[in-house]
């Protein structure tokens, strides 16, 4: 069965320095891989996905992510985070069918020091 | 750009009652979902629904049912409340495909059961 780890509940930072958040993933198939991110109160935004082809992935808000099949792996990085980049961020993957279920892990609550 | 709106953000009901909670998306897509969140939890999958009338259950639907009598509308009911059902809940909607197509979700609705 296909599930996502995310090691870190909560992980602070202070404002510029780097980011890497965690997330590891268990499936059977190329897994179609995603970042969500979810302010205080609101519901998620899509930061990036992979399905295929180049491993480094960009996306919005100066995020990237690099998919590592030997690791199952799939973390989000920033090189330089904003106070505004305080929220809770999700890992997901999909399960590659027409229904397309996202599976998605805990969660991992980051804070940015000023 | 898609939108997905439920119908209330925040709503308390009283343990017993029969709650409806709706989700309405304009971007004319084939899948819906809705989505339970609570602390530590993550995002865990109740029901989906990949066409009119058409739903499967997903991890949790236990004290559940949903309703899909028109392609841009998903009711999810809780039959009779219960204090255990006090969560954040997310409704999402995504085309069909390989996995790759992300979902979108809406803003949540903040279920207090007393």
């Known amino acids: 069965a296909q599930s996502v780890t995310q090691p870190d509940i909560h992980i602070t930072v202070s404002e510029g320095a780097s980011l890497e958040l965690r997330c590891n993933y268990s499936?059977?198939?190329?897994?179609?891989l995603f970042w969500y991110v979810q302010s205080p109160g609101q519901g998620l935004q899509l930061l990036l996905k992979y399905f295929s082809g180049d491993t480094l992935v960009q996306g919005i808000k100066g995020f990237e992510a690099e998919f590592k099949r030997s690791q199952s792996s799939f973390n989000l990085r920033k090189p330089s985070v904003h106070w505004s980049d305080a929220a809770e961020y999700f890992c997901?993957?999909?399960?590659?069918?027409?229904?397309?279920?996202?599976?998605f892990g805990t969660g991992t609550l980051l804070a940015v020091q000023p | 750009d898609v939108k997905v709106t439920q119908s209330s953000r925040y709503l308390v009901k009283r343990t017993g009652e029969k709650v409806f909670l709706e989700c309405v998306q304009d971007m004319d897509h084939e899948n819906m979902f809705w989505y339970r969140q609570d602390p530590g939890l993550g995002l865990r999958l109740i029901y989906f629904s990949y066409d009119v009338k058409m739903k499967e259950k997903g991890d949790i639907p236990e004290g559940y049912s949903v309703s899909r009598e028109k392609k841009e509308r998903f009711s999810l009911i809780l039959e009779s409340a219960s204090t255990n059902q006090t969560s954040m809940y997310l409704c999402a909607s995504s085309l069909p495909g390989q996995g790759y197509t992300e979902a979108f979700f809406g803003q949540g609705t903040r279920l207090t059961v007393v």
């Open positions: 997901a993957v999909g399960n590659g069918g027409a229904t397309n279920k996202l599976i």
């Open positions: 499936y059977g198939a190329t897994p179609y």
